[in-house]
T-cell receptor, first 111, second 119 residues
Framework: QKEVEQDPGPLSVPEGAIVSLNCTYS??????FMWYRQYSRKGPELLMY????GNKEDGRFTAQVDKSSKYISLFIRDSQPSDSATYLC???????????FGAGTQVVVTP | GAVVSQHPSRVICKSGTSVKIECRSL??????MFWYRQFPKKSLMLMAT?????????EQGVEKDKFLINHASLTLSTLTVTSAHPEDSSFYIC???????????????FGDGTRLSIL
């Protein structure tokens, strides 16, 4: 079993819809949770960074962490074609920072 | 803020050539830098972790004599692929992380990657 599970998609949604992404994990020691967006042939871009359980909102993006269920989510409101990319969840146990990545979910937002 | 620059973005070279890739943190001091390899439609695979002024720590299965990493300053790390062969063709991405403060743990910020093609 992988430490971090993420559905690779593709996930296709119409413009303006809410995109819902999630990851599950098995290691209860994970404390820091991240979502990265990666466009084709580019490096990952940090979108959201949360510590422990709870919600965090930044513009159209909301990240949720439920440590009791070992489940994290990312929601994108009012999706735009420019949101079409691969979204990677990542997490780490400590401040040293070595990340465990999910497989990445490919999102396609159609006009 | 937190910009990481990676150069070159694309390299095409002959088999047997050594290739150097640079990773720079432009607006912060990176106490730790990471090097990843990514295959098409796959997630990132960590190759090694380097801390400024010390030897890199390589992941299991990564040949340290093939992939030489130098982190000589707080803003620059280099990856040299020595005697590259076609199987070394891949997308190589670096990331950098600044020192944690008492109040916050710092995330990794990534460069835009280097696409290496060995003929």
């Amino acid at each position: 079993q992988k430490e971090v599970e993420q559905d690779p998609g593709p996930l296709s949604v119409p413009e303006g819809a809410i995109v819902s992404l999630n990851c599950t994990y098995s290691n209860s020691a994970f404390q820091y949770f991240m979502w990265y967006r990666q466009y084709s042939r580019k490096g990952p871009e940090l979108l959201m960074y949360t510590y422990s359980s709870g919600n965090k909102e930044d513009g159209r993006f909301t990240a949720q962490v439920d440590k009791s269920s070992k489940y994290i989510s990312l929601f994108i409101r009012d999706s735009q074609p420019s949101d079409s990319a691969t979204y990677l969840c990542a997490m780490t146990t400590d401040s040293w920072g070595k990340l465990q990545f999910g497989a990445g979910t490919q999102v396609v937002v159609t006009p | 803020g937190a910009v990481v620059s990676q150069h070159p973005s694309r390299v095409i070279c002959k088999s047997g050539t050594s290739v150097k890739i640079e990773c720079r943190s432009l607006d912060f001091q990176a106490t730790t830098m990471f090097w990843y390899r990514q295959f098409p439609k796959k997630s990132l695979m960590l190759m090694a972790t380097s801390n400024e002024g010390s030897k890199a720590t390589y992941e299991q299965g990564v040949e340290k004599d093939k992939f030489l990493i130098n982190h000589a300053s707080l803003t620059l790390s280099t990856l040299t692929v020595t005697s590259a062969h076609p199987e070394d063709s891949s997308f190589y991405i670096c990331s950098a992380r600044e020192m944690d403060t008492v109040y916050s743990n710092q995330p990794q910020h990534f460069g835009d990657g280097t696409r290496l093609s060995i003929l």
